[in-house]
Structures are given as C-alpha cells and as structure tokens.
C-alpha cells in the first residue's frame, strides 16, 4: 500500500496531467485559428502526450489498489493574442509540471517508496525533454517567427511530428 501522502499527490498528478492535455488542445485551437497547422499539429502532439501521463499515473495507482479520484479539469487559462503566447505559457507549464513531479518524488523519498521513485524516474526524464523541447520552440520563434519563409518552413517542420505512446512498464 502507497503512503497516503504519496497516493494523494499522485492523484492530484493524474488531473494536472488532464489539464495539461486540456491547455495543449487550447494551444492547438489557437494555432489552427492563426492557419499555423503545423504548431496546432505540435500541440495535438503535446496533448496525447499528457493524456498518457495521466494514463500512466492511473494505471500505477491501480496496479497498488489505491482508488483514482478524477476530478473536474479547470479551463485553460493561458492568454493567447500574439504566436508567442502559447510557446511561452507552454515553457512555464512544463517548469511547473517539472516542479509537482519533484514533490512526489521529494515524498516518495520521504518515506523510502522505492518503487514510487523507481516509477517517477521515467517523468523526471521526460520533463527535462519536455522543457529543452519548450525552449526550442521559442528560440526558433524568436530567430524565425518575423519573416514569413522562416515561419512557414518551422510549421512545416512541427507539423511533421508524429505520436509515439510511451513505453513504460509498470
């Protein structure tokens, strides 16, 4: 059985990983919205992406009996005006996700939940990924987002990006 600290933020995990799908589907509408396909592809991407975090937090709960509350998803609450909005609130989203994967990390160790740890390995890997991915966008934007051929060839590089679930085992 989880420590009960442990098993709680675990399940507050599983709904920030729902929300964090909601906020990219947002960015992705904002983006097809603008006729930026590729940037909306990208963040359909990042939204299945977070739909399997949550997924996977899921399943490990249940694979250790603790029952997974959903809970209501918030609206996204980013505020999109100008192309950079979105890769900026997505960089500050990805920091805070890597923030709460590090406190139930911090109290898994707590309470030397190896297993836990052991799980959240995989996360802490893939928040880095997620914000060296983050910060790439936006320092591509920055180099090419004022010049109209610069613009079109990085949405048609993002709109290249497949899905690949995650292929972690519990």
């Known amino acids: 059985m989880l420590n009960e600290k442990v098993a709680k933020l675990l399940n507050e995990q599983v709904n920030k990983e729902f929300y964090s799908a909601y906020l ?3 960015f992705s509408n904002f983006y097809k919205e603008l006729g930026l396909d590729g940037f909306a592809n990208w963040y359909n991407v990042q939204a299945q992406e977070e739909r399997d975090h ?3 937090f899921i399943q490990y709960m249940q694979n250790n009996d603790v029952p997974v509350t959903l809970e209501a998803i918030d609206k996204p609450d980013a505020e999109l005006k100008e192309k950079m ?3 900026k609130a997505g960089y500050a989203h990805e920091q805070y996700v890597t923030g709460l994967i ?3 990390y911090e109290a898994a160790y707590e309470v ?3 297993r836990t740890m052991q799980f959240l390995d995989w996360f802490v890997k893939e928040q880095g990924e997620e914000e060296t991915n983050a910060s790439d966008l936006i ?3 920055e180099l090419f987002g004022d010049d109209a051929k610069s613009l079109y060839m ?6 290249g990006r497949t899905y690949a679930a995650p292929s972690l085992v519990l």
């Open 24 to 26: 990219y589907l947002s």
């Open 54 to 56: 949550a997924m996977l």
């Open 85 to 87: 909005d979105a890769l």
């Open 102 to 104: 590090h406190n139930i």
């Open 112 to 114: 030397k939940d190896f």
């Open 139 to 141: 320092k591509k934007m």
């Open 154 to 159: 990085l949405d048609q590089e993002l709109g």
